[in-house]
């Protein structure tokens, strides 16, 4: 079931495909933060640090050909075949693509935030957008956090003063924000 407008931390439809969730100010200060430490992992990517970069060269540009030894971005980025010689040749032509819609989607995100709230409205894009991002973030924190889809290793019931217990909680409130935004666009 779709959020109900104007109840805080739920989506609900707008016209056009879109969603709008409303969020405190606290809220939007989390998820901004979540956000950027994303966009850090991910990178700046390609060109970044040269402003008179080759626009050509970029298209051009291969991949890395080996998995990333951080567990969240080994977890972003996964292999995409089990033969290793094949995972190589699809991560070197296809890891920067995905690294620049990783950072379009996440910095989208930011600027949805920084238009201020308490009521974000976000387009039938940017919706998706947020989709992606929540699923990149709950990726990260959950690699970080060692939870699989099978064993939380009891993570959903620590004593408050365990230090993971704010990134569970984190990993939590971002789940149920991605449930609420799939619900939200689903016909």
């Avoid at 992992?41 to 060269?57: E, F, I, K, R, T």
């Avoid at 290793?153 to 569970?168: A, F, I, T």
Wanted: charged share 30%; aromatic share 6%.
């Amino acid at each position: 079931m779709a959020g109900e407008r104007g109840r805080s931390g739920s989506f609900w439809a707008v016209e056009g495909g879109g969603a709008a969730i409303e969020l405190d100010q606290g809220e939007i200060s989390i998820l901004r933060s979540l956000v950027v430490q994303l966009l850090e992992l991910v990178g700046p990517g390609p060109g970044a640090a040269d402003a008179d970069a080759d626009p050509l060269a970029e298209l051009f540009a291969e991949g890395p050909s080996k998995p990333p030894d951080d567990p969240a971005l080994a977890r972003l980025f996964p292999d995409a075949y089990e033969e290793k010689a094949d995972a190589s040749e699809f991560r070197r032509f296809t890891e920067n693509d995905l690294r620049a819609r990783k950072r379009d989607d996440a910095l989208s995100v930011v600027r949805c935030l920084d238009r201020g709230g308490p009521v974000l409205d976000l387009t039938s894009e940017e919706s998706r957008q947020w989709l992606g991002t929540f699923n990149d973030l709950r990726l990260t924190i959950g690699a970080y956090l060692d939870i699989t889809e099978d064993d939380d290793n009891g993570l959903y019931h620590l004593p408050d003063d365990d230090e993971r217990k704010p990134m569970v909680v984190a990993y939590l409130w971002l789940g149920a924000l991605q449930e609420s935004l799939v619900e939200t666009l689903m016909p």
